[in-house]
């Protein structure tokens, strides 16, 4: 396990924010923290990244302990905050630069690993303009270049993509992407169930500082249950003459049935509403999405 | 400390000066300010306010040491904002999540601040020699006072740093450091401690800024020096231990959490 963390607490004055976490992240894979706004994801990324103390528990990172050996874990980390850490002021590329001689590669190893970055980004025709005239998008590809100039084994990215329109969105997914290609461990964090979905191994749900399941999407959708059939029908009475003669959950107009998803079965419920003489006025069959999951598994503690 | 880790951390100290120099000299308004501003308050003090003053001397020759200290306190304000900055935006949790040295950071900021104020301080010199300042200073004297002038300068950009680290925003970083642009006004720099009300005489006489001004006013147009060299000095030197022990520990506490 490239990263490691055992029972990790943390309170901020009489607030808990993180109640005891695990994580086990293996070498070359991405995981994914995913919760809502004061989860405790960003206090995670701050204590394995060595700015912030645990309360207790402990956290290594290649082997290196974070509270013993914080010089040796920043050797082979990066990370990209929530807001772009660029400097405004200067260039793209003196901002690279600046953070390759920070990492002691060498001026001209520096300047060297700048032009691939600006390449491999898409920045290289900005490079010389400051970066206070540069969109969103492209900050956030120039925060993330500069993560990447040392070439860190291990990359933590605190919601890389918050507040990035659709279409620099999914620039900043493949340049993810690209980086699991090469190998890279990844850890991020994301309110998107979109994002874990599409670019995490491992998903880690959290909430009110503690985790509330562990796994891959495929498997955290199959613990909620599979796909379900929806019929939405014209009137409350279709409604209730369909939940006498089906098993499923009425919401609104909708009745929602749980399904192994086989033609079969899909078969046999219009069967019964054909035999019952109901129209719904849709069919459609779902897949849980993540949201779902996420509200089943926190639902009790909202109640 | 290794060799490798002493060459590595001057390399740092280095990296961070070229960028608070790069964004120092990018940012336009402030620089143009921190120049014209203290020219602007001589030719005040000179033309206008200067006739009704009474010094014994020509009054230029009086308040040049003076609008000297005062350049600096606005230049340590500006300090004090760059650091507030980079602390209030994610820019600090990039830097430290670097294998570098802490100090590195302060340390590219407090040397922008010096190089911008011995450029502002060497321009305020030519234009109050071009308006009749006409200093009796041999190349001994003058390396004398701007040798005090910069250990000055060090010790007040040092304690802004400080101030920068703790203010939690860029704009409260300028309002914490406006005693430094007051302080001036309250000592011998424009006009004699003897002419204030005698509640207001010992603050002006005993402050840190009345010996450093009677120190470079005793070097540049020969008033009596006394005990004023020793006591600057003292005065700057204590100030440069307790900024850079303060800034640095401020920056350590704000910064491990």
Redesign the interface.
């Known amino acids: 396990m490239i990263v490691e963390a055992t029972r990790l607490r943390k309170s901020f004055g009489a607030t808990e924010v993180l109640t005891g976490v695990d994580l086990q992240v293996p070498e070359g894979s991405v995981l994914a923290l995913l919760g809502p706004n004061g989860a405790g994801k960003t206090t995670i990324v701050r204590i394995l990244t060595t700015l912030t103390r645990p309360d207790a528990g402990q956290a290594t990172i290649a082997g290196y302990d974070v509270l013993r050996e914080p010089a040796q874990v920043r050797g082979v980390i990066s990370l990209t905050g929530q807001y772009a850490a660029v400097d405004e002021n200067q260039t793209g590329r003196e901002n690279l630069v600046m953070v390759g001689r920070l990492m002691h590669l060498g001026r001209p190893a520096a300047r060297r690993r700048t032009a691939e970055l600006l390449e491999q980004f898409g920045l290289t025709d900005a490079m010389d303009r400051r970066v206070k005239t540069y969109s969103g998008g492209m900050r956030r590809r120039l925060d993330l270049a500069m993560s990447l100039i040392a070439q860190p084994r291990v990359i933590f990215l605190d919601e890389p993509t918050t507040g990035l329109d659709p279409a620099s969105r999914s620039t900043m997914w493949d340049a993810i992407g690209e980086l699991v290609r090469d190998g890279t461990t990844i850890l991020l964090t994301t309110q998107y169930l979109e994002e874990a979905d599409r670019l995490a191994d491992q998903i880690v749900l959290l909430d009110k500082g503690g985790i509330v399941a562990t796994g891959t999407a495929d498997a955290l959708k199959a613990q909620i249950g599979g796909e379900r059939i929806e019929l939405r029908f014209a009137d409350e009475m279709q409604l209730l003459k369909a939940t006498g003669v089906l098993d499923g959950i009425a919401d609104e107009l909708v009745l929602n049935i749980p399904s192994d998803g086989t033609a079969a079965h899909l078969h046999h419920v219009l069967d019964v509403l054909r035999d019952n003489g109901l129209q719904p006025e849709r069919v459609s069959s779902h897949r849980p999405t993540l949201d779902d999951v996420f509200l089943a598994l926190t639902a009790s503690d909202r109640s | 400390m290794s060799h490798q880790g002493a060459s590595?951390g001057l390399?740092?100290a280095v990296?961070?000066i070229?960028?608070s120099v790069?964004?120092m000299r990018?940012?336009v308004d402030t620089l143009f300010v921190s120049i014209l501003l203290p020219m602007l308050m001589m030719a005040l003090f000179v033309y206008v306010f200067g006739g009704a003053i009474n010094t014994g001397t020509e009054y230029i020759n009086y308040v040049v040491p003076g609008i000297l200290l005062l350049t600096t306190g606005y230049g340590a304000s500006n300090t004090a904002m760059a650091v507030a900055d980079d602390m209030n935006?994610?820019?600090i949790?990039?830097?430290?999540?670097?294998?570098?040295r802490s100090f590195a950071v302060l340390t590219g900021h407090v040397t922008a601040s010096v190089a911008r104020n011995a450029v502002s301080t060497a321009i305020v010199i030519l234009a109050s020699l071009a308006m009749g300042f006409r200093p009796a200073a041999g190349p001994a004297d003058w390396l004398a006072a701007i040798g005090l002038l910069l250990l000055y300068v060090l010790a007040l950009s040092w304690l802004a740093a400080g101030l920068g680290v703790i203010a939690k925003s860029v704009e409260s970083a300028s309002t914490l450091s406006f005693f430094m642009l007051f302080l001036p006004y309250l000592s011998s720099a424009f006009v004699q401690p003897e002419t204030m009300p005698s509640w207001l005489r010992p603050v002006s006489e005993h402050q840190p800024i009345t010996p450093v001004i009677e120190t470079v006013r005793s070097f540049l147009i020969g008033t009596p020096m006394g005990n004023n060299g020793w006591i600057a000095l003292a005065w700057c030197t204590g100030l440069l231990l307790f900024s850079v022990t303060l800034a640095t520990s401020l920056y350590r506490r704000r910064?491990?959490?």
């Open positions: 590595a390399s740092d990296t961070m070229d960028r790069r964004l990018r940012n935006s994610g820019m949790d990039r830097l430290r999540s670097l294998p570098i910064t491990s959490h």
